[in-house]
């Protein structure tokens, strides 16, 4: 469970100072597919990090799982990072010049696991996204959507609690970003909790809650039933 509390994140640039986020208090329970939307500029992105301790916050708390990830030390931050949050960017973040299973196995690698149970949990990882036969290709060599599924199979290895993606289908045409949606879909299903930021009124509509996000605030937050979800898509 994801507990934000009355979280501010303030930039200053000399006498200037701006709110990036200007009290966001949110509770993400375990299990929900959440999107988070909102106008450029709005803090989706800020938050997001946030919640994955890539950014630090000004004011408030959040809890994950009842732990102040705020006030984690580096090493803390480092597991957390490894091993409680898999993260999916716009812009994939793969090592071009590393096969796909390397990109797939780093994480396992920094986290200090080697041997023969890394082949079989990189092989399972590339299997939910469909991707076995890439597995010794060069990163570099892969389409963008291919690209995008591997950079899901490296955040999902460590067997994750929580999904973060930011604009997971920014760079990708419509047949990729469905096929994206659709893993996400069943990594949800498969109970992943799912933190996805995105500025598409569709993709947003996949998941079963709706955040928007306005001026560094929470404006709107919507439920809504799965099977309402599969009656509209059907
Ligand atoms: N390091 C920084 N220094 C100063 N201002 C920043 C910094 N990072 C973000 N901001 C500002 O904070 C605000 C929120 O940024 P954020 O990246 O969270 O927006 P976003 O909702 O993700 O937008 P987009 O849809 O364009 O990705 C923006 O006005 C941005 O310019
Ligand atoms: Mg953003």
Known sequence: MIEIRNVKKEYRSGEKSFFAL???????????????????????????????????????????????????????????RNRTVGFVFQSFYLEPSYTV????????????????????RVEGALKAVNLSEKITE???????????????????????????????????????????????????????TIVMVTHDPEDAQKAERIVTMSDGKVANDTKRMLDEIEAKSA
């Not at 690698?109 to 149970?117: D, E």
Request: hydrophobic residues 35%; aromatic residues 4%.
């Open 101 to 120: 299973y390397d990109n797939v196995e780093l994480p396992l690698v920094l986290s200090g696991s080697v041997g023969k149970k890394n082949r079989e």
């Open 22 to 80: 200007n009290g966001v208090s949110l509770e993400i329970g375990e299990g929900e597919f959440v999107a988070i939307t909102g106008k450029s500029g709005s803090g989706k992105s800020t938050l997001l990090n946030m919640i994955g301790t890539l950014d630090t916050v000004t004011e408030g708390n959040i809890f994950v799982d009842g732990q102040d990830i705020a006030h984690f030390t580096g090493k803390q931050i480092a597991e957390f």
């Open 138 to 192: 060069k990163a570099r060599n892969l389409s963008g959507g291919e690209q995008q599924r591997v950079a899901i199979a490296r955040a999902i290895v460590n067997n994750p609690a929580y999904i973060l993606a930011d604009e997971p289908c920014g760079n990708l045409d419509s047949a990729n970003s469905e096929n994206i949606m659709r893993i996400l879909k069943e990594l949800h299903a498969a109970g992943k």
